[in-house]
Structure formats: C-alpha cells, structure tokens
C-alpha cells in the first residue's frame, strides 16, 4: 500500500503545479471575453470534441467569456455530395449559388451549431447557437476575388455567388449572453443588405468578432502545430509586423495565409492576442492559456 502512495505522489504533485500555475492567468483574464474558432479534425474526433466542450466550460466557470465561432467544410461537402449537388473551388473557397447556399445554411446553422451546443450544455454549461443572422449579429457584402491570367496579365473579378464578408458586426447580442452567463456558438453564416444568406470564412468571421467585442485573445484551432518557419521550426511568438513580412516574402504559404491574415487584422483592431494552436492535442486550449510557456503560435501588436 505504501508503495502504491509513493508511485502516486509525483502525478499529485503535477497537478497541484499546474493547478498553481492556471491561478495567475485566471486572475488576469477574469471578465474578457475569448473567441475561439473551432473546426478541422477536432470537430469530427467524438473525443475531442467532448474535451473541447468541457475546456469552454471550465473557461465560463473561472469568469472568462468564451464565445465559439465553427466552421464546417467537411460536413458540406459531405451533405452536397449525398444530394448530387456539384461545387468547385476557387482559391480555397467554395462557389456558392442558390442552391448551395441552402444546404450551406442548413448544415452549418443547423446540424454543426446544434451539436457543438450540445456538447457544451452536456458539459455542463449553457450554450446557446446562432448564426450571423440572429439579431443582426453578422452583416455581410459578397466577397471580391481577382484572377490574373498568367499569360496576357489581365485581371478579372470572379463571382464567387454567396460567399461574403463580414462588413459588420453588431455584438449587442453576445454583450447579453456574456451577462447572462450564456456561451454563444455562433454559425458563419451573414445577411446582405437585400436579406440574402451569405456563406462566409469561419476564420474571417471569428477575427471579425473578437475585433468587434475587443477580445482579449482570438484562438484558431487548426490541424497543424502552429506557424513554421521557412526551416520547418515552429515559431512560438511574432509580432503582426514580422507575420505581414513573413506573407510579403512566401515564407507563410497556402491555407496558413487567411488564417495568418485574419490575426494580423484582429490584432491591427482591438484584439489583444491571436493563437494558432493544434486543435488534434487534448485540452490544447487550457495548454494555452493557463501555462506559463503555452503551446502552439501568440501574435501581437509589435
């Protein structure tokens, strides 16, 4: 029996520490609000999801205001292929006409939200979904994309259909759901000026709202460690300053680029802090914030 106590002192003593260590920061961010973008492999691991659910929790608990935006690619393409509905893609984004935009609205702000709420109030809070048409929260213009042909130099516009921008947010509603103590999971989905339904970036949108609510950290929750530099090495902390020097020279490249521009933008607004962290490791999200060294890649204002 003694040995068995013995063998379990060191594992105690851990948590103890990092019980101790979590104080300082809960302290410090007592009252501000996270936004949190969460997708890629997290969403579709059962696991992780849970974990996921259980860490926005346990952030409401210690008095941060934790606000999940998702995304949802994977599911729609899953859902448009079941129906025989044809996409394609243009420079990561998905052409969306009429037809599409309603299944898009239909699995984001109705299978995805409702699930990812569900995990959260199954952990024990109380969450509450919506899209970026409740209450205005998210107003929205198409998005304008230019094409250069490679050979004779000319430029065109591409009509991507409904795919938008967020032009505004209007984050009456999340203020209320903070002092209510409500965990709002919201869908990217918009509404244009004409009550059209736009398909918007999860990671746009999640970088709209935390400059909109002056956040003090944007969390983008990917299925990569972190940003790498042009070796390979991860890059625990830069500056916006030294991230737009990294995207002017090729050194951030393919789908890391609108993840890195978003946090540059969040961060040139009111927003605090930007992380990318690997949303494939348990409790990346606590790692984060609550340990003194965290993981993943901090941007801020240089």
């Known amino acids: 029996m003694r040995n068995e106590h013995t063998k379990q002192e060191p ?43 259980r860490d926005v929790v346990l952030l409401k608990h210690v008095g941060i205001n934790p606000v999940v935006v998702h995304g949802g690619g994977p599911q729609i393409g899953n859902m448009l292929e079941r129906l025989r509905i044809k996409s394609s893609f243009v420079d990561g984004l998905r052409v969306t006409d009429s037809a599409t935009v309603e299944i898009v609205e239909m699995v984001l702000a109705g299978s ?9 109030n199954r952990a024990g809070g109380c969450a509450v979904g919506l899209s970026g048409k409740d209450a205005k929260l998210i107003s929205a213009v198409p998005l304008k994309r230019t094409l250069r042909d490679p050979d004779s130099r000319i430029e065109r516009v591409l009509d991507l259909g409904f795919v ?11 203020n209320k759901f903070a002092a209510a103590d409500i965990i709002p999971v919201i869908a990217p989905i918009g509404l244009g000026e004409e009550g059209q339904t736009f398909n918007i970036n999860a990671d746009t949108v999640a970088g709209a709202v935390a400059s909109a609510v002056g956040a003090a950290k944007l969390v983008m929750m990917t299925d990569v460690e972190g940003l790498m530099d042009s070796s390979g090495q991860l890059v625990p902390r830069l500056t916006e300053i030294e991230a737009a020097a990294m995207l002017r020279d090729g050194t951030i490249s393919g789908g890391m680029i609108p993840k890195i521009e978003t946090c540059v933008a969040a961060i040139q607004g009111k927003t605090e802090a930007a992380h990318i962290l690997d949303g494939r490791v348990p409790h990346v999200l606590l790692l984060e914030i609550f340990t003194e060294h965290g993981v993943g890649t901090m941007m801020k204002a240089g």
């Open 11 to 53: 594992e105690k003593l851990r948590i103890a520490q990092t019980l101790s260590e979590a104080l300082p920061f809960m302290r410090r961010f007592k009252g501000r609000t996270f936004v949190i973008k969460f997708g890629g492999h997290a969403m579709g691991d059962d696991n992780l999801a849970d974990l996921f659910a």
């Open 112 to 120: 995805i939200n409702k699930q990812v709420v569900t995990a959260i």
């Open 164 to 174: 938008g921008d967020p032009s505004d947010i209007d984050p009456t509603v999340l």
